[in-house]
């Protein structure tokens, strides 16, 4: 049975500490039930939205279809931007593709590239239904997200939210460090479960993961790549990932509320599931929305590419099928952020080669020069192909499939792309 712990606050060392910190005194722990295997049973509200969202899901799944491959790197990086700005953070498209590719810019920047790497992980690692997923692998996934700190439970008091640094006036405690091995061991064995409905098990176990906050640091990243792991293990999504948690960066106070139902004596499990249900719905919609809109994008750069051509006089003005300009433009969606090395390493051909297609698709405007604050050429980006990205993002957070009006409550302003527009109304 969920239950409350009183606990007491007395530093030690409080040389660091504020006056109101500093101060000792008792506070409660928020101690969960384990979970078991089994999904319990819901009211017929929960019930309904939960198999309303599988089902969206899984339209959503085939009507990407083979899609999904090149699309899911561009999902995870939506998905990454929007749980960097839950945690407070910011983080464009293009900042974050740039630092994926070079392995430098800011520090977020940097942090978000270890969330894109670790979520793709945690599916790789984690989907294979045949094998269970133990304690030591979800240690290892916040590991990848943290590499800074030691593999491993966290063997202290943490807490979330609040003034100060004191769990006197945090806005919610987790277990004390002695029930987390107990709990994620639990928590191991119900993401390892298959049957029942994928949206409840997942919407469950990210909740649970939350309330037990078992790592230091890295605790909302990770328990979102669960999210992820649970739907790919249950077969719930085959071919794309779906970015629940950039409809929760929408509304952070909704998402914090639903924890917080969930955490409740008894539990409002119903709430919690419900609030999952319609963002998991809302994240389907605009993952086939940027499913379509890339392809449509596709099209109109190889046009681009093709007039382009056909004005310089190039010929053929259809690039052969093997030409690396034209393997290039395929390529993307999954790669909008390139160099002349990444270029001649990734399609076998000389620097030379690799930089004048380079420079023809920059003069046909597919691709645009990014430099340094020196004025130095750092490399070449698909600026369409990223503003997408951060359209869907932004759409996720708004609640709708166009943001052409609408201001999101969080995150940057609409990408300062000028033929984003006139795309979103050709599709």
Known sequence: MAHYVDLLWNPEDAAHLGRKDRAPGRYRAYVPDELGEHLPQLGRDAQQAAEDALAVLARADERIGQRGGYLNHLLIRSES????????????????????????GTRVAVEVVANVRATEEAIAELADRDRPVTTSDIAALQHIIEPALE???????????????????????????????????????????????????????????????????????????????????????????????????GDKDAYLEGLTAFREIPSRLDDWVIGFAHAAELAAANAVLLSDEIAALDRTVLEDLIRYRGEQGIRPATPRSDAVVLRIVAALATDPVLTIETVARQYRVSTIAAQRALVQLAEAGILDRTKDQKGRLVCWTADRHLALVSLTERSNRVGAGDTGHGKPRLGPAAPAVGQVGALRNKV
Do not use: C, Y
């Open 81 to 104: 931007i929007s749980s960097s700005w839950i945690e407070g953070n910011s983080v464009t498209p293009k900042k974050l593709a740039i630092a994926e590719l070079l392995q430098r």
């Open 151 to 249: 593999v491993g439970l966290r063997t202290e008091q943490n807490w979330v939210g609040g003034p100060g640094w004191s769990p006197l006036r945090a806005d919610f405690v987790p277990p004390p460090q002695s029930e987390v091995p107990r709990l994620v061991d639990d928590l191991a064995r119900f993401v390892t479960a298959t049957d029942g409905n994928p949206v409840l098990r997942a919407a469950i176990a990210h909740a649970q993961f939350e309330t037990i906050h078992p790592f230091i640091d890295g605790n909302g990243r990770t328990g979102r790549a669960l999210i992820h792991t649970v739907l790919r293990r249950a077969d719930a999504l085959r071919n794309t990932l779906i970015p629940i948690s950039t409809v929760f960066a």
